[in-house]
C-alpha cells in the first residue's frame, strides 16, 4: 500500500530530523519525500494503514502532514499494477 501525504518539510535538514523517526517505524517498508512537487509529497510504502502514526510523527515534530484524497494506493497481487483504495 503507497500511502501519498502533502507537507510542509522544504530541505534535507528537516529530512534528517524525520529520518530516525519514519525508519524506526516497523510498519513503513519504504518512505521518500519528493520536494520539487509543490505539495512536498511524503511517499510511504507498507503493509498496513500508517495514516495516523505518519501524521503524528510529522506533527509532534512541528510539520504540516495531510493525506491526500486518493491515497492510498494498492498493488493486486496479479499484475502489480497500482489500484486506488476506495473507502
Not at 509532534?60 to 484524497?69: K, R, S, V
Request: proline residues 3%.
Amino acid at each position: 500500500m503507497i500511502s501519498v501525504f502533502k507537507t510542509n518539510v522544504t530541505n534535507r535538514k528537516e529530512i534528517e530530523t524525520l529520518k530516525p523517526l519514519l525508519d524506526a517505524h516497523l510498519e513503513i517498508a519504504k518512505w521518500n519525500f519528493d520536494l520539487e512537487d509543490c505539495d512536498n509529497i511524503l511517499r510511504i510504502d507498507s503493509k498496513n494503514e500508517i495514516t495516523e502514526c505518519t501524521v503524528k510523527i510529522l506533527r509532534d515534530n512541528g510539520f504540516e502532514c495531510e493525506e491526500l484524497e486518493g491515497s492510498p494506493i494498492r498493488r493486486t497481487a496479479n499484475n502489480n499494477k497500482p489500484r486506488l483504495n476506495v473507502g
